[in-house]
């Protein structure tokens, strides 16, 4: 247990450490962008004076290393700064989308966790079925189509032909859980397509691995049945794989749902982040970049504890 | 026993593998009849079908396998008609299995005891602590150390033996009619096989349990089996009491297993060549902050074969990573052909990295399957010497010659058409390419078949013989030891306890180590084991001496 600490302890530690290196390249590639808020604003008939006055207003006159490091040393004390577009703090600004955006990937992770690792099971137990063939083949379609196709697909038939569900997922906090959840379902359903197939095929290759193990094959031989076996004996060794892809795409949901977020009109993260960049506001790119990196390094953590806690050898050393 | 009734009846049975359209026969219409209170003895290389024939008296077959006809069965009850829910309800329950390698048959993620118990708890609803108690006594009787604590260990916290005795009291708990032994000591040390054979031995002998005991170990058989069946390639060549059979065996083939224990290198006279090849000086060697070489020094000569003999986790291994540079020592030195080598491979000079080549254990991991015969012998022509083209070509065929493989046919192979002898074969020459003056040969014969290692074995002595290279032989197998070393340097714990020459070190031991390890060899004669059983408790009551170590 002495240990875990330890590793979570040192572990932290780096990704602070990886998060300072990922806010360096973060700012010299928001810096490389072409064109910058002032022009913007002004439009492409402004004088260059008229520009130069809202650089120095801004405080993009600074040059980049000292610009970098207040903006790091503020970030670094809590404080994000403001927005340029609208001057409001960022951390106001990014409070609600994140958790929008954490809303919905917990949503879609609820739904699709279970589903994509009780199919994976199954999948192992029915191995070279008809049934294995025909789910991993849709699983495999449904990762294959492009994500918005799958989104507007859904719309078509939900919204459009059915009327079932809204097709645009405009929450506020002043909804009811129920009514959040009504109105994100389609999204979620759009993101649960998009993972599921990933983890369910992973779980079925990880345990369909263990098949092949001796003690699979002596639990077997102890009279134990089918189902004992693979839900007793190789599912627990099977968790470390599981637990890396599940984390993978539970990174994917938070980091990589900008396209869904778009077509269903979410206000979550991805969305304030492409308008930022539209806009040239430097430093909520910046700010969401990090909070992205932070999530990965997070999950990352997460599943490298959870893989110690379920390795005996670790926690039961010799 | 004519007038009994079998418990157990294999008849006419043969399995495929492979293709459907193509199979691959794996038994080809064998019969076999277990007696209650008997054991019986399957003997037969890999390939033969002897786990395959184990596996077929529960009723199970690993995949890829099919029953193509025959029937097995067991009180009256063909256990091929069975559906699964019938042939689980008696597996483990009537018939049990005790597999190979306990190490790996052990569920990494669950304590001993809930492992040991399962079949009891689950299938044959006894209450858990009846189950539990039950294997405490099992555990007490299998004189595994603190019986108490054992069963609340993980697997990878006990030692090979006792996981395969805690294996062998898993088949015993719910008091089988029948357990199926399959290799359960093949991965031991041999003086760990003496105490985990004489548990398997006692535990059949005090349930009246009959058993199937399925090894490619010949002597080892003769110690657990009343009768012996031998099988090739999937048919039976002969069947008899194991005294009768191991009289006079009546088949060709069974002869030649039998002969294979007997080829002896003549005593080599005097020292024929003065060179010394290599010279290792006071070494310790440690991984991180565990020691596991102290204070070692040995030497090899010119067109001498040294044997390291000792068992897992003595060091022997390690030793040949330091001579290779692998592994830096922490003190000591190491001399190639009489000058000093740098500890690290990396440091060292092309001439003293050709010096030294390396045959391992595993030809199947040890080569490319990627790449070509030509290719991997290529390689260390082009590396070594410079050859390139056709005269690498030229000097590759020229190897595979020395090997006893035709060119031809062999250069444009790649290792997944070879079979394991093969395989190490092209492994020798790829050593030999280099034109060493050491060559070590760590455990290289013992992932091969008995009559494939003889070859191997006579091939590395007729290459020695024409190019004088020094050789060192690590291996656990005292019979191999017989058949190839001048002289032999004992392993224990890290250090050498005995180096001399061959008849010097087996004949007449000086260190009670030494003549344990060499006791604890299995001879032909069935009543070895309860002699050697004897004389190892007669020695614990009277150990006195501080060198006498306890049995691990």
Redesign the interface.
């Known amino acids: 247990m002495q240990s875990i600490v330890k590793m979570i302890a040192t572990r932290l530690a780096l990704g602070v450490l990886v998060l300072l290196a990922v806010s360096v390249i973060i700012f010299a590639s928001v810096e490389a962008l072409p064109g910058d808020i002032a022009v913007e604003i002004l439009g492409q008939n402004a004088t260059p004076e008229a520009v130069a006055a809202i650089r120095r207003d801004l405080g993009l006159d600074i040059p980049a290393i000292p610009r970098y490091l207040a903006w790091i040393s503020g970030v670094v004390q809590g404080d994000f700064g403001n927005s340029l577009a609208n001057q409001r703090p960022i951390s106001e600004l990014m409070g609600t989308r994140l958790s929008n955006t954490a809303f919905l990937a917990a949503f879609t992770a609820a739904i699709s966790v279970p589903l994509a690792l009780t199919l994976g099971i199954l999948l192992a137990l029915f191995r070279d079925t008809t049934g294995d063939r025909v789910t991993n083949a849709s699983g495999l379609a449904a990762v294959s189509v492009p994500e918005f196709f799958l989104a507007y697909v859904l719309v078509y038939l939900f919204s459009s032909k059915l009327g079932w569900l809204p097709a645009i997922s405009n929450i506020n906090p002043d909804m009811t859980l129920l009514e959040r959840m009504e109105r994100t379902l389609l999204p979620a359903i759009t993101l649960t397509l998009v993972v599921s197939a990933h983890m369910m095929r992973m779980t079925r290759t990880a345990i369909i691995d263990l098949l092949e193990a001796m003690y699979v094959e002596q639990a077997y031989l102890k009279g134990l049945s089918r189902r004992r076996v693979i839900l007793v004996h190789a599912l627990p060794n099977a968790l470390t794989p599981i637990i890396n892809v599940v984390m993978l795409n539970l990174a994917y949901l938070v980091v990589g749902v900008v396209v869904v977020e778009v077509v269903f009109v979410y206000p979550g993260l991805g969305q304030l982040m492409v308008d930022s960049v539209a806009a040239r506001d430097v430093p909520v790119v910046q700010t969401c970049c990090l909070v992205f990196s932070a999530t990965f390094v997070l999950l990352n953590l997460l599943a490298d504890v959870l893989a110690q806690l379920t390795n005996p050898r670790l926690l039961h050393p010799r | 026993m004519a007038d009994k009734k079998p418990i157990l009846s294999i008849k006419n049975l043969s399995v495929s593998a492979g293709p459907e359209n193509d199979p691959i026969p794996v038994l080809n219409g064998v019969d076999l009849d277990l007696y209650k209170g008997e054991v019986l003895g399957l003997i037969g290389e890999s390939g033969a079908g002897k786990s395959t024939l184990g596996?077929a008296a529960?009723g199970?077959f690993?995949?890829g396998c099919r029953v193509t006809g025959g029937t097995v069965t067991c009180a009256g009850v063909d256990l091929l008609a069975m559906t699964?829910?019938q042939r689980?309800?008696?597996?483990?329950?009537k018939i049990?299995?005790v597999?190979q390698?306990a190490a790996?048959?052990?569920?990494?993620?669950?304590r001993l005891m809930d492992q040991v118990t399962?079949?009891a708890r689950?299938?044959a609803g006894t209450p858990a602590a009846k189950a539990r108690s039950d294997a405490l006594e099992l555990f007490e009787r299998m004189k595994l150390p603190e019986p108490h604590q054992f069963g609340l260990r993980?697997p990878?916290?006990v030692s090979g033996g006792q996981l395969q005795r805690a294996l062998t009291a898993?088949a015993m708990l719910c008091q089988p009619d029948i357990v199926i032994f399959d290799e359960p000591t093949t991965a031991l040390d041999v003086t760990t096989q003496v105490d985990v054979l004489g548990t398997m031995k006692d535990a059949v002998r005090d349930f009246g349990i009959a058993g199937i005991y399925v090894s490619h170990d010949l002597t080892v058989v003769a110690q657990m089996a009343d009768r012996i069946k031998v099988l090739l390639r999937g048919r039976q060549v002969e069947e008899a009491p194991t005294r009768d059979m191991l009289a006079s065996p009546q088949q060709e083939y069974t002869k030649s297993l039998w002969s294979v224990r007997k080829i002896q290198k003549p005593p080599s006279v005097g020292s024929k060549s003065p060179e010394m090849r290599i010279q290792v000086e006071g070494v310790h060697a440690s991984y991180g902050k565990v020691p596991v070489l102290e204070d070692v020094s040995i030497n090899v000569r010119a067109g001498e074969t040294l044997a390291i003999v000792g068992e897992s986790g003595s060091g022997k291994s390690t030793l040949a990573r330091v001579l290779t540079g692998l592994l830096k020592p922490r003190a000591g030195r190491v001399l190639l052909n009489g000058t000093e080598a740098a500890s690290g491979y990396r440091q060292r000079s092309k001439s003293d990295l050709r010096a030294v080549q390396m045959i391992y254990q595993m030809p199947d991991t040890a080569l490319n399957d990627q790449q070509s015969v030509g290719t991997i012998i290529g390689r260390p022509l082009t590396f070594y010497h410079g050859l390139r083209g056709e005269q690498n070509r030229k000097r590759a065929s020229e190897l595979l010659e020395m090997i006893g493989m035709d060119p031809k046919v062999f250069l444009q192979r790649t290792p997944r058409q070879l079979s394991g002898g093969q395989k190490q074969r092209i492994c020798i020459a790829r050593a030999l390419a280099a034109e060493p003056t050491v060559l070590i040969c760590d455990e290289v014969t013992s992932a091969l078949d008995q009559i494939v290692a003889e070859g191997i074995l006579r091939l590395l002595e007729g290459l020695q013989k024409d190019l004088n290279f020094a050789q060192v032989f690590i291996t656990h197998d005292l019979t191999t030891v017989r058949a190839i070393a001048d002289t032999v340097a004992v392993m224990e714990l890290g250090r050498i306890v005995e180096f001399g020459p061959r008849d010097v070190v087996l004949d007449d031991p000086q260190k009670p180590y030494t003549r344990k390890l060499l006791r604890s060899v299995p001879e032909m004669d069935p009543n070895w084991l309860d002699d050697i059983r004897r004389e190892f408790a007669k020695d614990t009551e009277t150990a006195t001496s501080p060198e006498g170590r306890a049995a691990p």
């Open positions: 596996l529960m199970y690993r995949r699964d829910q689980e309800a008696i597996h483990g329950t049990a299995y597999a390698s790996a048959s052990f569920n990494p993620a669950y399962e079949t689950i299938r993980y990878h916290q898993m």
